[in-house]
């Protein structure tokens, strides 16, 4: 069955970076647009970031420009690298994909950021 698998997680300063993984198995990776999203305590769940197929890419707003996401189909591996974080981004996140109209998450990964 479809599995994902986020790290990268962790305690970063204001200003700082973190990179994210979400390795994926039971799918054909290549043939899929995985999206990294996020949720902070008491809020609803939004997406950050997708990328597609061709590797083309979207961001919320509040990505733009800080976050990239990527992926690697050799390695079955999406990547969100995010730069310039502020404590607004504490969250956990998730790594989806949508496969035969069914969403699939992994267990996800904190992100704490200290002002």
Request: net charge positive.
């Amino acid at each position: 069955q479809v599995q994902l698998v986020e790290s990268g997680g962790g305690l970063v300063q204001a200003g700082g970076s973190l990179r994210l993984s979400c390795a994926a198995s039971g799918l054909l990776f290549s043939s899929y647009a995985l999206g990294w999203y996020r949720q902070a305590p008491g809020k609803q769940r939004e997406r950050v970031a997708t990328v597609f197929t061709d590797s083309s890419t979207n961001y919320a707003d509040s990505a733009k420009s800080r976050f990239t996401i990527s992926r690697d189909n050799a390695k079955k591996t999406v990547y969100l690298q995010m730069n310039s974080l502020k404590p607004e981004d504490t969250s956990v996140y998730y790594c989806n994909v949508r496969v035969g109209g069914s969403d699939y998450w992994g267990q996800g990964t904190q992100v704490t950021v200290s002002s």
